[in-house]
């Protein structure tokens, strides 16, 4: 398969101190990948690097051009981001017809020949939503319509990439399984790849191929999810692997009234 994103030797000292240390990894055509670690660890700082909002020393290339060298040339929408809150990362002005024709438009993704209605209507359908949201504001849908709207903007603009930044954290149990299974239709249905980035490794487990451990601005581990989760290298993995199964059990528990 081909890479879609490749990483070399990625570097980054903030004003804090932090640094992100000799950062390595790639993701291949249809392939998800996801970065795991606690909060600080490095993970979103990475994202921000990817889709320029953050400056770095190294090399990021996609599909063989390297955006941190020459940024402005760059992706015209084939990387998008959804964001952790699906409060504040929709414009609460705008209808939910214009939130996501607004890449589309901008971006000139359809073809002279393609209804603007009809693949609004089919994108809706791929996220699980009715037509009738399309006349509605952010703030009359739930949490969960939210971040459904958040994927659809994403995917309405045919990417190659789609980082998800810990797009479940803000979700209650239930959402969170409704959209890991939305995901992984779309993982069936289109050759869009994903970067997907949470601190709890079981969360994301069946829908990655592969898993990279962040700890303190480093990869430290990095494989298949089988190889990760049977015999897990580092201490710190086992680690996260403990308490997301701790917590996985208490969200269980707290469904079933326990």
């Given amino acids: 398969m081909e890479e879609v994103l490749s990483i070399k030797n990625l570097n980054k000292t903030f004003e804090s101190g932090f640094k992100l240390k000799d950062i390595n990894f790639d993701i291949k055509e249809g392939e998800v990948v996801s970065l795991i670690g606690e909060s600080g660890s490095g993970k979103t700082s990475i994202s921000k690097i990817i889709v320029g ?43 939910i017809k214009d939130i996501i024709l607004e890449g589309v438009i901008y971006q000139k993704v ?50 190659d990439l789609i980082i998800a930044d810990e797009i479940l954290t803000a979700l209650d149990a239930l959402t969170q399984i409704q959209i890991l299974e939305l995901f992984q239709k779309l993982k069936e249905n289109k050759k869009i790849s994903y970067l997907f980035i949470s ?33 897990p290298e580092k201490e710190y993995t086992k680690k996260l692997i403990e308490i997301s199964g701790i917590n996985l059990l208490i969200n269980k528990n707290n469904e079933i009234g326990w």
């Fill in 199 to 231: 601190h709890d490794i079981n969360v994301v487990k069946k829908i990655s191929d592969r898993l990279l451990i962040i700890k303190d601005g480093e990869i430290i581990e990095s494989g298949s999810k089988e190889k990760i989760f049977s015999k």
């Fill in 110 to 159: 359809l073809k002279k020949e393609e209804n603007i209605d009809e693949y609004l209507l089919n994108i809706l359908n791929e996220v699980g939503l009715d037509k009738e949201v399309l006349n509605k504001y952010p703030h009359e849908l739930s949490g969960g319509q939210r971040q459904r709207i958040g994927i659809a903007r994403a995917v309405a603009v045919k990417p």
């Fill in 53 to 95: 909002l953050l400056k770095a020393e190294g090399q990021i290339l996609f599909k063989g051009m390297d955006i941190l060298k020459y940024p402005k040339k760059k992706i015209n929408g084939k990387i998008q981001m959804i964001f952790q809150s699906p409060y504040s990362s929709l414009n609460p002005k705008y209808k």
